[in-house]
């Protein structure tokens, strides 16, 4: 396994952590496991690049229940920031040794301050180890 180059120790949210290529979205969409932490559904699956050696993680915000694009915008980069300065949180641990592709799909029904997401975001984090550890487990 190729180790994280130095970009994930600082607070950077690069390109090559953002999640683009349509076979990996659907391969995460149609094999991932998922779970719910309000107001975000995660869905994880161990990356199967061995190239890449960084998370990979993909924002969505329904256009169904925001219709104006700067409504669903304003969410993307609030959850960016958020997921950019807590990242390290799922860096720091141990037990996720292989690079995972996560989607964070919003799933609340208004628009949400910043420090609602960053608690929420922090908490889905911390969640989301605990089921990649049980994934790796089983």
């Known amino acids: 396994m190729l180790e994280p180059n130095t ?3 600082k607070y950077t949210f690069p390109k090559s952590e953002r999640l683009h290529s349509k076979k990996l ?5 149609d094999k991932g496991s998922s779970f719910y932490s309000y107001p975000f ?10 190239d890449c050696p960084n998370h990979q ?11 104006r694009a700067v409504d669903r915008n304003l969410i993307k980069r ?3 920031e958020s997921y950019r300065l807590n ?12 690079p995972q592709l996560i989607a964070y799909i919003y799933t609340g029904k208004e628009i949400p301050t910043y420090q609602f997401i960053e608690v929420k975001l922090s908490k889905s984090l ?4 605990v089921e990649v550890e049980k994934a790796n487990r089983s």
């Not at 979205?25 to 969409?29: G, N, R, T, Y």
């Not at 993680?57 to 219709?67: A, D, Q, W």
């Not at 911390?126 to 180890?129: S, V, W």
């Open 7 to 9: 970009a994930n120790l």
């Open 78 to 80: 609030r959850i960016r």
């Open 57 to 67: 993680v993909l924002i969505s915000v329904s256009k169904r229940k925001f219709k």
């Open 126 to 129: 911390k969640r989301l180890i």
């Open 87 to 98: 990242k390290q949180i799922l860096y720091s641990n141990e037990n996720v040794k292989t």
């Open 41 to 50: 559904k995660v869905l994880v699956l161990p990356n199967p690049d061995e």
């Open 25 to 29: 979205i659907q391969e995460l969409f």
